[in-house]
């Protein structure tokens, strides 16, 4: 059409909100890295000195950005696999020809996706309280002793590794049974006729067909989970003997507690360019040039 | 006789994690009916003794509830109205309208799409600040009145909309605008419900940008009141669970009613390009 003017139109608004408030804020974030921005540049921008990678190297020597980048690396680590995981199983369990209510089962196990994260993690807190908790109490019955769920350096992390997990595999499980309905069942039918166990059927026929997909949901789960923050902000504040501190939490802290904008871009350049890193990995790994 | 033990431990199987994902939540919902402290008792109650609503009526009353609920029913209503709009015409004129740079601009934004916003976040703040919109809810509407996963999404479906239809209503003399208006958006609808309802959840939940923009008590959504309730009030487990109620109730009432929308508008956007 030739119609360029009025085309521009509709995408002006759209492109100028995106352009101004993402994409110019990223480009100034990269170039805030490597500036001393603190709270005395945030009162004028004549105190504002360019550091070169001085803050990258002082990051990379703070004890505490390390511990933040590992128990990061931890939750990820574990609250991917264990996330996709499920999702799976419970995509392969609606999809069965067994299986009874199946939307009312996939409606249930979908609802933790869309509830508000600081109030299920309010939930968290009193569930997992060691006197009074829930859990706790199930485990008793079971004869196991009082854990200190978020007390305990040890176990704050796997608490809320628990909470992503079961806040979020609804999502990619509803992302897979889509995918499982478009396998035709003929499929099934000839591997069947030809002696196939169920077990084979999984291994050989679902999962192929199943792995691009896998593929991208585990990329966009592992992106995603870098990116914790509100977890250990509401159930532990970074604790205790801050191992639950993560990446972005740690960037949080810098930059709107104590306003060192310059370190807390840096931070987060990092935690971009390793997720970055991870991601091309995992899609590099996997063989193919996924999405992302 | 092979079948019915399967079919027993594959029922058995999903109502046990059904149990497990529903379980925090309706203890929850049962909790906020329990009196101050019922619920720090051994063995730890289920069902509350005597039901009362008097922790729903400590937050209408001194929680300054209403209020933070009115803030983020406010905010996420017109960041979905606006970026509904600018997202639509945006998607719309990517799928069918020509301009010069098109096919660059939209790889562009497909390529911004897999960066994280954190990086963007001080920036941003300083932006706003010089703007003046550092703790007012336009440092919440601005930034969002437009984003790449909403004109991805519309642009996807759109791309389904024949030509023809367009070509028909140029012919007869109908300006672009009304073309838009007109025939496009009803066309559209499905698609702009999709995205309507994943704005309005993402909005209501989002918690990180209002926490740091909105410093000032009375601009507060909820899940950011909630979470410094939560840390001031930590021994009122009942109240704190009522709080929880509110704040979760209105999002998943929303999601039952309009499932097949979300669900949709989730599988759309999570096929790229």
Known sequence: ?292 | MKTSIATILINGLLVGLTVVSLFPLLWMLSVSFMHAGEASMLPPPLLPQAPTLENYRELLTRGGMPRYFANSFLLASVVTLVSLLFNAMAGYAFAKLQFTGQARLFRAMMGALVIPGQVAMMPLFLLLKQFGLVNSYGGIVVPAMASIFGIFLVRQYALSIPDALLQAARIDGAGEFRIFLRIIVPLLAPILTSLALLTFLGSWNDFMWPLIVLNDDRLQTLPVALASLSREHAQDGELMMAGSVVTVLPVLVLFFALQKYYIRGLLVGSVKG
């Open chain 1, 1 to 292: 059409m030739r119609l360029p003017a009025a085309a521009w139109a509709f995408v002006a608004p759209a492109t100028l909100v995106v352009g101004v408030f993402f994409v110019l804020p990223v480009l100034a974030g990269f170039a805030l890295s490597v500036t001393d921005f603190d709270i005395y540049s945030l009162a004028s921008l004549r105190n504002l000195r360019f550091v070169g990678i001085d803050n990258y190297l002082d990051l990379l020597g703070t004890p505490l950005f390390w511990q933040a980048l590992g128990n990061t690396l931890y939750f990820v680590a574990v609250g991917v696999p264990l996330s996709i995981g499920l999702s799976l199983g419970c995509a392969l369990l609606l999809h069965s020809r067994l299986a009874r209510f199946q939307s009312f089962f996939r409606t249930a196990l979908f609802a933790p996706v869309v509830t508000t994260l600081v109030a299920v993690a309010v939930v968290w807190r009193y569930l997992f309280q060691t006197r009074y908790g829930m859990v706790n109490h199930a485990l008793a019955q079971a004869g196991i002793d009082p854990i200190d769920w978020l007390g305990d350096p040890h176990y704050a992390m796997p608490t809320i590794i628990l909470l992503a997990v079961w806040k979020n595999f609804g999502y990619n499980m509803v992302i897979l049974l889509a995918n499982l309905q478009t396998i035709p069942d003929d499929i099934y039918a000839a591997a069947r006729i030809d002696g196939a166990s169920p077990l084979q059927q999984l291994w050989r026929i679902t999962l192929p067909i199943l792995q691009p997909t896998l593929i991208l949901v585990g990329i966009l789960t592992t992106a995603g989970y870098f990116q914790l923050f509100a977890e250990p902000y509401v159930l532990t504040q970074g604790g205790p003997l801050r191992s639950t501190v993560s990446v972005l939490y740690f960037m949080y802290e810098e930059g709107f507690k104590w306003w060192n904008f310059g370190t807390a871009s840096t931070a987060a350049v990092l935690l971009f360019l390793l997720i970055f890193a991870v991601t091309r990995g995992l899609a590099r790994l996997s063989g193919r040039e996924a999405a992302a």
